[in-house]
């Protein structure tokens, strides 16, 4: 039996259309990243994505090294569970006056002069 060989799959393979294209192939879309940030903040990035995705495994590996007496680690895992603190959700700020204020501003009620109306 022959075997065929597979080609690598790349970013600049072309990729085959439907039947209702002009040129039957397209490039493949590519995601842009910032150029904006410089190194240090996209390594930042990536590493608090990795804390995020690994935080159980971190924290058990914190705890067992604090355990067998490792001074650092147990600073560390200290340290964190002291600094939790409840993120402040900024209030929303209101423009212009309250509605308590509002009505406040107008006019007291007055009865017409008339009495009472009748519907």
Known sequence: ??????????????????????????????????????????????????????????????????LEGDLASTKMLLGLAENKKPRAKPGKKRRGPSLAEQLTAEPEWQEPAGGEQSL
């Open 1 to 66: 039996m022959a075997e065929e060989k597979q080609k690598p799959c790349t970013r600049k393979t072309k990729v085959k259309t439907g039947s209702t294209t002009k040129s039957r192939t397209r490039e493949p879309a590519i995601r842009k990243k910032e150029a904006n940030q410089d190194g240090a903040e996209q390594l930042r990035q990536e590493a608090d994505k990795q804390v995020g995705l690994n935080s159980e495994k971190l924290a058990d590996l914190l705890a067992q090294k604090a």
